[in-house]
């Protein structure tokens, strides 16, 4: 996590080098999931500006920052865009982003570079920068597990741990999902529940410069009304695409289980390909 008291060893060293030392190149992610290319914080870490920044996807949170410099009251960090991309053991890996500009001239070709964001952090009454940095930045995905959104959750309990992985990870991420006891669709009165509608999922940009491909599954539950609920991210593929499986998945249609003939809630996997 991001320091509020100086370490001995960094005692003696100027507020901007302790702030280096703490910031450039760490694992760092934004609390807040920001979007955006300019950033603003006041001393809370609170989004400031005449345009506030939206939220996006938690696996484009991620920040590398290069370099820091303090102008007054003010903290500028200039950092690249990173995302979290899954790998062949279902865990997220940070991948830097680039974007792409097409230059033209007597012929096209494109430019690629990283995709820089700039972010202003503003100091509080004693001119520290440590609250607000704090509330800005996780440092780390053991301390990001501490502000993923509900779907999030379970992913984060196995996966996020410092260390985790393999066949503990994916034990955690299994019990914690929500799944209905008593069901027995080899008899005849009871059944599983089932997707009617097949979720139209589109790329993100992000996925196709990273040449995402592997397979994303999700636990949901479904009410006796065909209504889902309880969303949670099993085995994510990254780049921005978990949150447009979800909203699609919300969107579609379902048929509920049945015990002894009546409806009841069921949880119910899905699991999606992409190339």
Same mark, same amino acid.
Request: hydrophobic share 40%; charged share 20%; aromatic share 6%.
């Given at each position: 996590?991001?320091?509020?008291?100086?370490?001995?060893?960094?005692?003696?060293?100027?507020?901007?080098?302790?702030?280096?030392?703490?910031? /450039?190149?760490?694992?760092?992610?934004?609390?807040?999931?920001?979007?955006?290319?300019?950033?603003? !914080?006041? #001393?809370?870490?609170?989004?400031?500006?005449?345009?506030? $920044?939206?939220?996006?996807?938690?696996?484009?949170?991620?920040?590398?920052?290069?370099?820091?410099?303090?102008?007054?009251?003010?903290?500028?960090?200039?950092?690249?865009?990173?995302?979290?991309?899954?790998? =062949?053991?279902?865990?997220?890996?940070?991948?830097?982003?680039?974007?792409?500009?097409?230059? !033209?001239?007597?012929?096209? =070709?494109?430019?690629?570079?990283?995709?820089?964001?700039?972010?202003?952090?503003? #100091?509080? +009454?004693?001119?520290?920068?440590?609250?607000?940095?704090?509330?800005? !930045?996780?440092?780390?995905?053991?301390?990001?597990?501490?502000?993923? $959104?509900?779907?999030?959750?379970?992913? &984060?309990?196995?996966?996020?741990?410092?260390?985790?992985?393999? &066949?503990?990870?994916?034990? &955690?991420?299994?019990?914690?999902?929500?799944?209905?006891?008593?069901?027995?669709?080899?008899?005849?009165?009871?059944?599983?529940?089932?997707?009617?509608?097949?979720?139209?999922?589109?790329?993100?940009?992000?996925?196709?410069?990273?040449?995402?491909?592997?397979?994303?599954?999700?636990?949901?539950?479904?009410?006796?009304? &065909?209504? $889902?609920?309880?969303?949670?991210? /099993?085995?994510?593929?990254?780049?921005?695409?978990?949150?447009?499986?979800?909203?699609?998945?919300?969107?579609?249609?379902?048929?509920?289980?049945?015990?002894?003939?009546?409806?009841?809630?069921?949880?119910? +996997? !899905?699991?999606?390909?992409?190339?």
């Amino acid at each position: 996590m991001i320091a509020l008291l100086v370490p001995a060893a960094l005692h003696g060293q100027s507020t901007e080098d302790r702030l280096r030392e703490q910031l /450039v190149h760490q694992p760092l992610y934004l609390r807040g999931f920001w979007m955006g290319f300019a950033l603003e !914080f006041d #001393a809370t870490g609170k989004p400031m500006g005449r345009d506030l $920044p939206q939220p996006g996807p938690l696996t484009l949170s991620g920040i590398d920052v290069s370099d820091i410099s303090i102008h007054g009251k003010k903290l500028m960090l200039e950092a690249q865009r990173v995302a979290l991309v899954a790998g =062949k053991d279902g865990r997220l890996e940070r991948r830097g982003l680039l974007s792409t500009t097409l230059m !033209f001239g007597t012929m096209q =070709k494109e430019y690629r570079a990283k995709e820089i964001v700039k972010i202003v952090v503003h #100091a509080d +009454a004693t001119g520290s920068f440590d609250a607000a940095l704090k509330a800005i !930045f996780a440092n780390g995905l053991a301390d990001l597990a501490l502000s993923v $959104p509900p779907y999030w959750r379970c992913y &984060a309990s196995g996966y996020f741990r410092d260390g985790a992985g393999g &066949a503990d990870a994916q034990q &955690a991420v299994s019990g914690c999902l929500d799944r209905a006891d008593g069901l027995d669709p080899s008899t005849g009165d009871d059944s599983a529940p089932d997707i009617l509608t097949e979720p139209q999922v589109h790329t993100t940009r992000e996925a196709a410069e990273l040449h995402v491909a592997g397979e994303a599954e999700v636990h949901l539950v479904v009410r006796p009304d &065909a209504t $889902p609920t309880g969303f949670q991210i /099993v085995r994510p593929i990254g780049a921005g695409l978990d949150e447009f499986i979800l909203q699609a998945l919300s969107e579609c249609r379902f048929r509920p289980a049945k015990r002894n003939g009546t409806a009841v809630a069921s949880g119910l +996997a !899905f699991s999606m390909q992409y190339q």
